[in-house]
């Protein structure tokens, strides 16, 4: 029996919870932190809540629409 294929869009909105650190040795509680704000999207750092090292990235598409210079 063949198992639909997941659609990419079903993952978008994923939020990691925790992630393996380098530093600490072990998955790892984590804070999602703003990085940038571009047109089109945002880019956020995943860091760990134990030592503060980065462990991850994420981008989203701007959730508001950007102001027109007039």
Known sequence: MMMPRPNRRDFEDLEASQIYCPACRRAMPVRKRLLLVLLDRETYDYV??????????KEEPLSRPAARPR
Do not use: D
């Not at 760990?48 to 990235?57: E, F, L, Q, T």
């Open 48 to 57: 760990c809540a134990g030592c503060g090292a980065p462990v991850g990235k």
